[in-house]
């Protein structure tokens, strides 16, 4: 399988207008599949879609997960820095009914990581080649980095925080819908776990079933956490929580006596995984207080995109449970904002603040390093890790823009 987009390929050239040159580094990017966790051919492209923008490339090793790298881009030296960010693996082709290695139609880009995030990438790229081909005079230090397995192990966005901690700035390229998103979700990654009583299914009302408990318990917790929430910043929002897998039973006649939900549940800063879970307890036990022979414990634990758990002690379960996926807002006084908005209000877009509504992996150097971090993409999150994903290929070239005007605002002279 192969790219249909149909632009020049090899390497950016003059002969090239303005817009296919920038949609040079979208092809490139997703002409390479890079699945969560088999990431090293598209890393091996960016490093030199980097260079041949003009930045100076290296790679650096991921804390904790063995071959993983990120692949980094400099331009500039001193201060003050900025750092854009953004993903290089995607989730798999499964189901996909484009061509996941890229088509265009009607004014879309298709294919897997278009929107999620190698079009905000893209962006990014494009950006750096049109200032170093415009010869802008910056002050301070650019770095583009391309972070590793951000849909699994979130392995790259921990290293980013560990090297660019004194950053005066981070972006992170996510699917914004072209605006600025100053705050993100946590996520809780729960577990339910119900025990019945086995039983012969046709004694009526004989033992306790796992199901049913869980069930009650599931819908329970939906119930008690779908709420409005008042976030700072950004004002109210609502709370997400979705049940992702079930499993229980063993055959239709016995009652069944185990039944496991998971559940990933968003929260907003100012709340905690610890505060969640007290809800979370209080809430199941009331669902199932009138089920004779039923009980629920809840726990934390993250599936992966093969059902499998992260065992304790392993790497994804410290990022996923351990240490946890934090929620953080950034001051919309702080610099990075305030030109990021400016540029996209230069850009006919709408400049109010917003705010993502998943996670991404420059969480780590916002929470844990106070760094003042926000995303902007041309990506809609809505496309994100669908069978057609796209991105609308009038707002890349505004996102590109976007980029331009912000990169130059803030590293000016």
Not at 111 to 122: E, I, N, P, Y
Request: net charge negative; aromatic share 6%.
């Amino acid at each position: 399988m192969v790219s249909e987009i149909g632009t020049i390929l090899g390497k950016v050239n003059d002969l090239m207008s303005d817009r296919e040159r920038s949609e040079y580094f979208l092809e490139r990017l997703v002409a390479v599949p890079s699945v969560s966790g088999d990431e090293g051919a598209v890393v091996g492209v960016c490093e030199k879609l980097m260079a041949e923008v003009g930045l100076s490339t290296r790679r650096r090793s991921c804390v904790g997960v063995d071959g993983a790298v990120n692949v980094e881009g400099v331009l500039g030296s001193a201060r003050p820095k900025l750092c854009i960010a953004g993903h290089v693996d995607t989730i798999p082709f499964d189901g996909m009914t484009v061509n996941p290695l890229g088509e265009r139609r009607n004014g879309r880009y298709y294919g897997r990581g278009t929107t999620d995030m190698k079009g905000g990438l893209a962006a990014v790229l494009a950006a750096v080649d049109r200032l170093v081909r415009g010869a802008a005079r910056l002050h301070g230090q650019l770095v583009v980095v391309g972070t590793a397995s951000e849909e699994t192990l979130k392995c790259g966005g921990y290293q980013l925080a560990q090297d660019h901690r004194d950053a005066d700035g981070v972006v992170c390229a996510e699917p914004s819908d072209g605006r600025v998103a100053v705050a993100a979700t946590g996520s809780l990654a729960l577990r339910l776990d119900a025990y019945g009583t086995g039983a012969h299914s046709s004694v009526p009302g004989g033992g306790g079933n796992a199901i049913l408990g869980a069930h009650a318990a599931a819908k329970a917790v939906v119930d008690a956490l779908t709420e409005t929430v008042d976030v700072r910043y950004v004002g109210p929002r609502r709370r997400a929580v979705n049940v992702g897998v079930v499993r229980g039973g063993i055959a239709q006649p016995v009652v069944p006596q185990r039944c496991t939900v998971w559940l990933d549940v968003r929260y907003f800063v100012g709340e905690t995984a610890g505060g969640l879970m007290q809800r979370v307890e209080a809430a199941c036990r009331q669902a199932v207080a009138e089920m004779p022979g039923v009980r629920v414990e809840a726990s934390q634990q993250r599936l992966d995109y093969e059902g499998r758990p992260y065992e304790r002690g392993t790497w994804g379960d410290f990022i996923h449970v351990e240490r946890g996926m934090k929620a953080f807002a950034t001051d919309p006084a702080s610099s990075v904002v305030r030109v990021f908005r400016e540029a996209v209000k230069a850009e006919g877009g709408d400049d109010a603040i917003d705010m993502m509504r998943g996670w991404g992996d420059v969480e780590f150097v916002a929470t844990d390093h106070s760094v003042p971090t926000i995303y902007y993409g041309p990506g809609t999150v809505a496309a994100a890790h669908t069978a057609d994903e796209y991105i609308e290929l009038d707002r890349y070239h505004t996102g590109v823009a976007v980029y331009e005007r912000a990169i130059r605002a803030f590293l000016a002279v």
